[in-house]
């Protein structure tokens, strides 16, 4: 239905309204890429086969058998418990549903009314019927996920009918430019990609460029080990982007918008491209938005999964079909960014704030979070955390609040040891800043950064040691090699790390590591490099003694790096069956049969197979 003018999408939105809520029941099914992976495709064809009657039911109806509306939403968030289901309006969330839990669930739930039990979410010996009042979700705040979960994430005319594109409509019928303009700055809306720069002044930038030729971009690369914020965004919400990046795109006289998204998020591509499919045939993108002279295209990249192209220039260089290497700045990307014109970036998240933002007024959304960062962020919970998954909450709230409360404690009751904050290019925070709060301004004095989101968790069975080598390896492989510190300077970091994982390491290793370390963030070209001695400067503040342990004792307390691993065999659990004998490729067990056995420290090559073949568990390391 193609829209020519602002009456036509306010009666849309009423007829979309009435359709959305004159369902009787609708199940909402997740289909997320997590969800769809532990095999919800096939959950949603299988009630698509019931709801049109090609399945085996066996209850008996008096009357009309139903035939609920079964739709395809987004991320419901709780990864840990997918695949998910709701149903409404009986506000009903199942978890950890099977093919064969379906038949089950049509029958007495959508038949009948009957909740599952053995379906619902348990803890503590309480039962959960309902998404909000799972303390996953009651202690979260929702508002850039708000439609993840609970609208058809392929399908405009629901995103219509929760209110969507009446943010657009706003600004091109109801406020002028420059006082629009002013409400994104006055917002204190920051970047959500990482480097948490004021949004509202960066398109003010761009809306006062002498040329004329102007672009907007979306970061959608994402490239964080563990993150799948704006993943989810843009397979779950897609539209609330895009009106985000349409209200941009008008604001500072853009005439192109570029999404670029890695090629390993074909989901989100997909969903992507039919979103801006469906927002040109009803008139909101192209030419003469209804009905006035705002003429605007969409464009989708797909990146090859270089994570410095998250970096802007090096993200518009891919773009424009160069090698993904950032340049050196000044002129910035507000001033030559794209083909060297005038550039709007924003990542995935930061767009969808923007129609929240236009809505509810600067008030509302200042209300939210801390002075020096307003709003909701978004994080990837993931680690030796109970309840993993993908979460939002008022920026200022403290890590035990996410960890304890959110996320449920540590799995196996297990010691809080530290969380990763903001990927490979973060910092690590420990025990005593679980009061801290969350925001731009209060992480950095801990020498980390908020970054796109993610939140790795640590217990006591982590090796810091190893953290910071794993994060400067995943650096150090993604560095583009443009300038010499970062190049040279990551690998020298790595090849000390690798050093003292090894055994091999010696005290002036420590000192050597922070001074690479500071001389790469000093000199680097670009935020890549500035922030890669992150993980490794904050592990040494906070772990130093696990360093010093790995040089001067030989010990991995964790018992993670293989060097430092000490097999042996306990006498009085062995029963001299001789399996770990047979299966040691050197030769190091010996013993008589049906006697204690002993590992030779000078043969073992610490393959970890005796422990792996022992029947007795009578093998471990020290």
């Known amino acids: 239905m193609f829209l020519h003018n602002r009456e036509e999408l306010q009666n849309l939105r009423k007829e979309?309204?009435?359709?959305?809520?004159?369902?009787?029941?609708?199940?909402?099914?997740?289909?997320?890429?997590?969800?769809?992976?532990?095999?919800?495709?096939?959950?949603?064809?299988k009630m698509v086969e019931l709801s049109e009657g090609n399945g085996q039911v066996s209850v008996e109806f008096e009357g009309e058998v139903p035939h609920p509306e079964i739709r395809k939403s987004g991320c419901h968030g709780f990864c840990e418990m997918g695949p998910l289901m709701r149903i409404e309006p009986?506000?009903?969330?199942?978890?950890?549903?099977?093919?064969?839990?379906?038949?089950?669930?049509?029958e007495k739930t959508i038949c009948q009314g009957q909740p599952i039990e053995r379906l619902l979410y348990h803890k503590d010996g309480q039962v959960y019927q309902s998404e909000e009042s799972i303390p996953f979700y009651a202690g979260q705040m929702r508002l850039v996920l708000k439609n993840c979960g609970h609208i058809d994430a392929e399908n405009?005319?629901?995103?219509?009918?929760?209110?969507?594109?009446s943010a657009l409509e706003k600004v091109l019928f109801d406020i002028d430019k420059d006082t629009a303009l002013d409400m994104m700055e006055e917002s204190g809306l920051r970047g959500r990609g990482g480097g948490g720069f004021p949004a509202g002044r960066?398109?003010?930038?761009?809306?006062?460029?002498?040329?004329?030729?102007?672009?907007?971009?979306?970061?959608?690369?994402?490239?964080?080990?563990g993150a799948f914020m704006d993943r989810s965004i843009m397979e779950g919400d897609p539209h609330k982007m895009l009106e985000g990046m349409l209200i941009g795109s008008y604001l500072t006289g853009a005439q192109n918008a570029y999404i670029y998204v890695r090629a390993e998020y074909p989901l989100a591509v997909e969903r992507l491209q039919k979103a801006i499919t469906q927002a040109e045939e009803h008139g909101l993108i192209g030419d003469n938005v209804l009905g006035t002279d705002f003429c605007i295209h969409f464009h989708i990249n797909r990146g090859a999964g270089a994570f410095v192209c998250g970096e802007g220039s090096a993200l518009t260089a891919s773009i424009e079909g160069k090698r993904g290497m950032p340049r050196v700045k000044p002129p910035r990307t507000v001033e030559q960014g794209l083909f060297a014109k005038p550039t709007v970036l924003n990542n995935v998240e930061t767009y969808a704030n923007v129609p929240m933002i236009i809505t509810n007024g600067?008030?509302?959304?200042?209300?939210?979070?801390?002075?020096?960062?307003?709003?909701?962020?978004?994080?990837?919970?993931?680690?030796?955390?109970?309840?993993?998954g993908l979460i939002e909450v008022p920026m200022g709230t403290t890590l035990r609040t996410i960890i304890y409360d959110i996320g449920g404690g540590l799995k196996g009751g297990g010691k809080f040891k530290g969380v990763q904050i903001g990927g490979p290019s973060g910092g690590?925070?420990?025990?005593?800043?679980?009061?801290?709060?969350?925001?731009?301004?209060?992480?950095?004095?801990?020498?980390?950064?908020?970054?796109?989101?993610?939140?790795?968790?640590?217990?006591?069975?982590?090796?810091?040691?190893?953290?910071?080598?794993?994060?400067?390896?995943?650096?150090?492989?993604?560095?583009?090699?443009?300038?010499?510190?970062?190049?040279?300077?990551?690998?020298?970091?790595?090849?000390?790390?690798?050093?003292?994982t090894d055994g091999k390491g010696?005290?002036?290793?420590?000192?050597?590591?922070?001074?690479?370390?500071?001389?790469?963030?000093?000199?680097?070209l670009c935020g890549l490099g500035k922030s890669a001695p992150l993980p490794v400067l904050s592990t040494l503040k906070n772990f130093r003694d696990e360093y010093i342990e790995h040089i001067v004792e030989g010990k991995c307390r964790a018992h993670v790096c293989e060097a430092m691993k000490v097999y042996e065999i306990d006498p009085e659990k062995c029963k001299g069956c001789t399996k770990c004998a047979r299966n040691c490729p050197v030769g190091a067990i010996v013993g008589?049969?049906?006697?204690?056995?002993?590992?030779?420290?000078?043969?073992?090559?610490?393959?970890?197979?005796?422990?792996?073949n022992c029947p007795f568990g009578a093998i471990g390391v020290k």
């Open 90 to 106: 009986l506000g009903i969330l199942y978890i950890k549903v099977k093919v064969e839990d379906c038949e089950e669930i049509y």
């Open 16 to 45: 979309a309204e009435k359709r959305l809520h004159a369902a009787k029941l609708r199940v909402l099914v997740c289909a997320g890429t997590g969800c769809i992976a532990s095999g919800s495709k096939e959950i949603y064809d």
């Open 362 to 388: 600067v008030e509302w959304y200042r209300s939210i979070g801390t002075e020096g960062s307003p709003g909701t962020k978004a994080f990837a919970l993931t680690g030796n955390v109970n309840n993993t």
């Open 156 to 165: 405009i005319e629901e995103y219509i009918a929760v209110g969507g594109y």
């Open 592 to 612: 008589e049969k049906k006697q204690p056995h002993k590992i030779d420290p000078s043969k073992c090559i610490k393959c970890g197979s005796c422990m792996d």
């Open 202 to 225: 960066k398109w003010k930038q761009v809306a006062r460029q002498k040329e004329t030729q102007r672009y907007v971009v979306c970061n959608g690369d994402e490239g964080d080990p």
């Open 506 to 524: 010696e005290m002036e290793d420590l000192d050597k590591l922070e001074e690479t370390a500071k001389f790469i963030q000093a000199r680097s």
């Open 428 to 500: 690590c925070l420990v025990e005593e800043n679980l009061d801290v709060p969350l925001d731009f301004d209060q992480v950095k004095k801990y020498n980390a950064i908020i970054g796109s989101g993610g939140l790795v968790v640590m217990d006591e069975s982590t090796c810091m040691v190893d953290v910071a080598k794993f994060f400067m390896g995943f650096t150090q492989r993604e560095s583009c090699g443009k300038c010499g510190p970062c190049r040279i300077g990551t690998k020298r970091m790595l090849e000390l790390l690798e050093k003292i």
